[in-house]
């Protein structure tokens, strides 16, 4: 009998194309996406080299981070932002690159945007110089992010060089309790094993509780397994996979659609097959989780109290102090009930439908308190008329919010939606680092529920009051 | 990519653990399309106070560490972004290695990429660096490549590991999309077997 293997095993050999004892392996790339940021200086490099794109059909370009979420026209936006957004329209032209751009119905967050139109498919290797490529996980493929070299190698070999990663279970079982959801799961892991804790390893989440979640709050698991040091996030396709994907744009047809799920379910973990490490979490037990520091480990539920110094290692305890005083928080104080300035609901964790029902159910027929900013920006523009259809847009508007075009947005403020100095966001985003929501601003993470309560109340609210 | 054979530099402590790279550029310097001024970002919000003039207290604006070349990290470095950006602002500083624990994988794989060295050691040698960059900030390091060495200033050695492909890389300052061009033939196999 041969070796039992692991989903992620089995990806990575049916991708090898050379192995080499003084080299890393030679891995095949069959998707790769761009966006404005990490793809000039690849192109420019392509044009010094003379070379072109070798598969141009398999990489999708969108615009994405430094585009404006108040209006479609991209002459809105400042110099630079529209010297890039330029660039990416010129290359794609150039290059041969299939381009959701402004007009486009398509267009949104390129990890929005993959799944969506049915590029991202079980057993697929995906790469984007993107750290949060791992959201496409969700689908049992590989994807992790690049950097702009690299992206530069998928282009011109459709290849890259690449190191086996070892692999890590991640197990949760039982069932969610009422108001906690996927993210509420992903951050309560990352609370516990570090953002350092998936360093040189990829995830594969099992578990009950992981089957039991639809594609939108798998996505949301895997796009943040970048935040656990995992490259990337992977979960076994199943029934719900398949019924996402049937009938999307650009999903097998016909026989092609039947021959690609009997190949897809090949792909899960084999009975008996071994993890380098793991770690299971009982989900029936958790609570919504917010983030209390300037990295996303620095979590705690919403009824904890914010740790207290001197319980841990010195440099433990320097970076607390250090984290507590960017947030201007108190070791030792409860986090639930501090004032809030600003209310982010988007992102490529939390963009989606399910995420932005999630916020309508909280926001329908109630105001957010006076002073509050809230932002509800769509992950994809597909997203954005789904949701108007839906009436979203309305509750939005009618509770005091700002209803927006699709984008990144305030996750990593590049585009002028940002925190003003010292201001307080609880944010569905992935990353509280500091300044990332606009320099001196200071970044609560949570879920979907726990930010529309937020918005409310004006206070860090446990959701489970309003829904 | 410039060559990495050996240097001789001081030693510039950064004594914070989980150094991500928003920190190491901010998101607002990611709207060029090159890779040149990126070293004006380079750890922006530490390096400025709020009114925009240099922060006395942070290292990069000592005179002691103009021209170093070494960096000395708390653990974890480069977690966050995929961002290329972060190995190009630092190396448009200056820098040309990091001391740490730990790295991040993307950050350790962009650095490679780029002539600038990630040195792993142990948490003893990252303790004592950092004392002695304390007592001695003058003192200075060398890092010899080619062995795998790093000679402290109490003239002690530590060695440290890096793969062979990527040594050779840095050591020679090729491209690694080269060694990828040569396999053209067995890409196009892979290919033909999988279509
Ligand atoms: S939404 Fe945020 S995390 Fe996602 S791709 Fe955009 S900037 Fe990156």
Redesign the pocket.
């Known amino acids: 009998m041969t070796q039992p293997k692991t989903l992620y095993e089995k990806l990575w050999e049916s991708h090898l194309v050379a192995e080499s004892d003084d080299a890393p392996s030679i891995l095949y790339i069959d998707l790769h996406l761009i966006h404005e940021v990490t793809s000039p200086q690849a192109f420019s490099a392509l044009r010094e080299k003379g070379l072109k794109a070798r598969r141009p059909e398999r990489t999708i370009a969108t615009m994405?981070?430094s585009t404006p979420t108040i209006s479609l026209d991209y002459e809105s936006a400042d110099e630079m932002a529209v010297i890039q957004l330029n660039q990416i329209t010129q290359n794609c032209a150039d290059f041969g690159i299939t381009l959701y751009d402004a007009g486009s119905d398509g267009r949104g967050?390129?990890?929005v945007i993959g799944p969506e139109q049915g590029y991202t498919q079980p057993g697929m290797t995906i790469v984007c110089g993107?750290s949060?490529t791992s959201t496409h996980g969700a689908f049992g493929s590989l994807a992790f992010g690049i950097g702009t070299s690299e992206v530069e190698h998928v282009l011109a070999t459709q290849s890259l060089l690449q190191a086996k990663s070892e692999t890590y279970e991640v197990k949760f079982e039982g069932e969610l309790p009422f108001g906690v959801t996927a993210k509420d799961m992903i951050l309560a892991l990352i609370a516990k094993i570090g953002i350092g804790g998936g360093t040189g390893h990829v995830f594969e989440y099992t578990g009950e509780a992981v089957k039991a979640l639809n594609m939108d709050g798998r996505m949301t698991l895997c796009n943040m397994a970048i935040e656990g040091g995992a490259r990337a996030g992977m979960i076994a396709p199943d029934d719900v996979t398949f019924a996402y994907l049937k009938g999307r744009t650009h999903a097998p047809k016909g026989a092609g659609w039947d021959a690609a799920v009997a190949k897809w379910q090949k792909l899960p973990s084999d009975e008996g097959a071994v993890y380098d490490k793991a770690v299971t979490i009982d989900v029936s037990t958790l609570e919504p989780m917010v983030t209390y520091g300037t990295n996303p480990e620095m979590g705690i539920t919403i009824n904890q109290r914010i740790p207290s110094l001197g319980n841990k290692s010195e440099a433990a305890n320097s970076s607390l102090e250090k984290a507590l005083n960017y947030m201007d928080l108190s070791a030792d104080s409860p986090l639930k009930g501090h004032p809030v300035d600003v209310v982010f609901i988007g992102?490529?964790t939390n963009s989606r439908m399910s995420d932005l029902r999630a916020a309508a159910s909280i926001l329908k027929g109630r105001k957010v308190a006076e002073g509050m900013r809230l932002l509800v920006v769509p992950g994809s523009e597909s997203i954005r008329k789904e949701a108007e259809g839906e009436g979203i847009d309305k509750i939005v508007r009618d509770a005091g919010g700002e209803w927006r075009f699709a984008g990144?947005s305030m996750?990593?403020a590049m585009n002028g939606d940002e925190l003003e100095p010292g201001q307080y966001a609880v944010s569905t985003?992935?990353r509280n680092f500091e300044g990332r929501q606009g320099k001196g601003g200071r970044t609560i993470l949570a879920s979907p529920y726990t930010a529309a309560a937020s918005a409310i109340t004006g206070k860090v609210t446990d959701p489970r009051e309003l829904i | 990519m410039k060559s990495f054979t050996k240097i001789t530099s001081k030693i510039i402590p950064l004594p914070h653990t989980d150094v991500d790279t928003d920190q190491i550029i901010p998101a607002r310097y990611l709207k060029v399309i090159n890779k040149d001024g990126l070293a004006e970002g380079l750890f922006d919000s530490w390096r400025r106070l709020p009114d925009g003039s240099p922060n006395p207290d942070f290292p990069l604006n000592q005179d002691e560490y103009q021209g170093a070349e070494v960096l000395l990290a708390g653990d974890n470095f480069g977690c966050g972004s995929s961002r290329e950006h972060a190995p190009w602002a630092l190396t448009g500083w200056g820098i040309r290695a990091i001391i740490s624990t730990s790295f991040a994988d993307i950050f350790r794989n962009n650095a490679l990429k780029n002539g600038l060295l990630p040195i792993v050691v142990s948490e003893e040698t990252q303790a004592s660096l950092f004392d002695l960059s304390e007592e001695a900030p003058a003192a200075t390091i060398d890092i010899d490549l080619e062995n795998q060495r790093m000679t402290l200033p109490d003239g002690s050695g530590v060695s440290f590991e890096i793969d062979p492909f990527s040594k050779t890389c840095l050591l020679e300052g090729i491209d690694q999309l080269g060694y990828l061009l040569k396999h053209d033939e067995q890409i196009a196999a892979f290919e033909g077997r999988v279509k």
């Open positions: 994405d981070h967050i390129v990890h993107d949060h992102s490529c990144c996750c990593l985003s992935n």
